[in-house]
């Protein structure tokens, strides 16, 4: 999978506004769920708390693991 390929695949998971839609698009995209991928979540979150972007990087929930 190419990492441009994973950048459209996230892009089109953050543009989903359901659950439903959400589940849709990682079926469709199973390398959503690849390391590649976690890391540009990652990286995406990191810049985005850089960023102040409180809607793509939350405080964290201290009760997550």
């Known amino acids: 999978m ?3 390929g994973s950048k459209g695949a996230i892009q089109e998971l953050l543009d989903t506004s359901t659950a439903q839609e959400g589940v ?4 469709a995209h199973p390398e959503l769920l690849s ?6 979540f990652d990286l995406l ?3 985005a708390d850089e960023s102040g972007n409180e809607e ?4 964290p929930d201290p009760s997550f693991p």
């Open 56 to 59: 793509l990087a939350p405080d």
């Open 35 to 40: 390391d590649e991928a976690d890391n540009l």
């Open 45 to 47: 979150t990191e810049h």
């Open 2 to 4: 190419s990492r441009q």
């Open 24 to 27: 849709g698009v990682i079926q």
